[in-house]
């Protein structure tokens, strides 16, 4: 690893690296070469969220999962889920999905491809050549006919691929935020909705308009007139830094109606984020008995309102994890990112997820889903298939709406002439570079435990600094 000269390789292959991690050249967002780079050099090698399991929940269930050009089919065998490269061995035809028939299964059947129906189990190997007899035999070797195998791993009620044989895990690559959101009860979560739009941007704009609560003021601004101390607090003039939310100028019982407020604006604003029955839940604690500190009293109520979450929904039959235990023991950031692609936003014992897939330079397909728990058997129906709205759609929750306003103009913004660098607060914009930083150290080849190691460190830093990321 000693031996890697990363500023030296990186200035080598890359025609636009961040030289001042301070600074982000605005090309990196829409330059060809640097998305080609992008194309050849990250996505094969990271670890991509392919589907929800719960979308292949019985032997033979499959789903076709595409980025890039690359398609790859997850499908649920007999001794677990397992990945192939989307291709008939004979002449490369799609022997899944790409005909608009998106999922399926294929206990029964296999997979047929559609062109002369040559078939595979859903171990890969292929049970039937129609015509055998016209081909040479060693054309026809049983290994050469097996489609060929993608990695995958599951993580989180979801499967995750990976193009590269020689990645480090999944959890090696993404280390100890897997354990804490497992903690937060991750691998029982099941979609409420999932809805997906295009966005003319690049896909790394898309992800970066989550990477800091700092937009929240202007963007967000019922958010910001709900709980201004939080904001205040955090990233305004305001000194006093982070602690708990608190107006010196009301009293404990409007202090209380204020967090109820934002709590409630979360959950209209973003379903899965802050959950209609946990804003429930607190409300019925509105008027309950607090300490006059009015700090220690805000800190109580929430104390209280988690260990109600727990309680009522545990006794309605959800596999919720102790709010207030796991809060000590796997704290979490407001949204932690999965890199390259996938984040998700825990609040209480819901989280929403996100998953970005570039379309081309200045283009990406932005989904989310709502992630909430339901007592065994009560599960709503899985939806296997986005509902797909413009991304200025008033159908849109307002949260995502908001985000979405400021996506595509910043993106016009880009090419602005004269603009050449975004310009970075060090302390709270810090996950922003760090991301970049990553994705130059894979332009740059960097080797694969580098990588990994780098790509912890994206872990718990929402709102973040720019860290040393030992590259
Ligand atoms: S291309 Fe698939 S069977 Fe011929
Ligand atoms: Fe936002």
Known sequence: MADF????????????????????????????????????????HVWQMACRLEQIPEVGDWIEYSNLGQSVVVVRAKDGIKA???????????????????????????????????RWNLEGECTFVYGRQLFDADLLEKDELALRACRVETWGGCAF????????????TLGPVLGALEAHGMDDLRSEWWFATVLPANWKIAMEAF??????????????????????????????????????????RENIAAQIQNLQLLSEGMGGMCHAKEVAIARQLADVELPDDLETAVQAWYGMV???????????????????????????????????????????????????RPLGPESCLFE?????????????????????????????????????????IQQKGLHSKGFEFMRLAKNIEGLISNYHRVIDAYIAGAPPEQLAQATQKLGYNFDGRILDLGL
């Open 5 to 44: 000269d990363f500023a030296e390789a990186a200035l080598a292959a890359n025609p636009l690296p961040v030289r001042d991690p301070q600074l982000i050249p605005a090309g990196r967002y829409f330059d060809e070469e640097f998305f080609r780079l992008e194309r050849e050099r990250l996505w094969p």
């Open 84 to 118: 192939f490269h989307n291709h008939c061995r004979h002449r490369g035809v799609p022997i899944a999905g790409g005909k608009g028939n998106e999922h399926g299964n294929c206990r029964k059947q296999g997979f047929i491809c559609p062109f002369h129906g040559w």
């Open 161 to 172: 691929i990976n193009h590269d044989d020689a990645a480090p895990s999944l959890r090696e």
């Open 211 to 252: 990477m800091e609560g700092y937009h929240v003021m202007k963007t967000h601004p019922q958010l910001q007139r709900a709980l201004p101390s939080l904001f205040n607090s955090r990233y305004g003039n305001d000194t006093g830094g982070v602690g708990v939310p608190i107006n010196p100028n009301q009293t404990v």
């Open 306 to 356: 988690q260990a109600q979450i727990t309680e009522q929904l545990r006794a309605k039959g959800e596999n919720v994890p102790d709010l207030n235990a796991v809060c000590v023991s796997d704290p979490v950031e407001a949204v932690e990112f999965l890199f390259p692609h996938y984040f998700l936003l825990p609040t209480f014992t819901s989280m929403a997820s996100y998953r970005i």
């Open 368 to 408: 989310i889903w709502s992630l909430t728990h339901f007592p065994k058997g009560e599960e709503p129906p899985v939806p296997m298939e986005p509902t797909i709205l413009p991304y200025d759609s008033q159908d849109f929750p307002m949260i995502p709406r908001q985000d979405y306003s400021n996506i595509p």
